[in-house]
C-alpha cells in the first residue's frame, strides 16, 4: 500500500484500512506463536502499513 493511494482516502476508509491491518497483525502474531506462519515477512509489511496509514492521519491532523 502506498502514501499516495492512502492519501486518497476519506478518514472513514483510513480507520477502517487501520482496523483491519491491526487484525492482520494480531492474527499474523498468533500465527507465528502457534508455529504456522507461512510468511514471516508478512508482519513487517504489516507493521509498516500501519505506520503509513497513522503518518497520513497526523499529516491531516495537522493541515487542519
Known sequence: M???????KTVEELDTVLS????EQFNLQ???ATGQ???PDRIKKVRR????????KAERGLAV
Not at 502506498?2 to 486518497?8: P, Y
Not at 483491519?20 to 487484525?23: N, P
Open 2 to 8: 502506498k502514501a499516495t493511494e492512502l492519501r486518497q
Open 20 to 23: 483491519d491491518l491491526y487484525k
Open 30 to 32: 498468533m500465527q507465528k
Open 37 to 39: 506462519l507461512g510468511k
Open 49 to 56: 502499513d500501519i505506520a503509513r496509514v497513522n503518518t497520513v
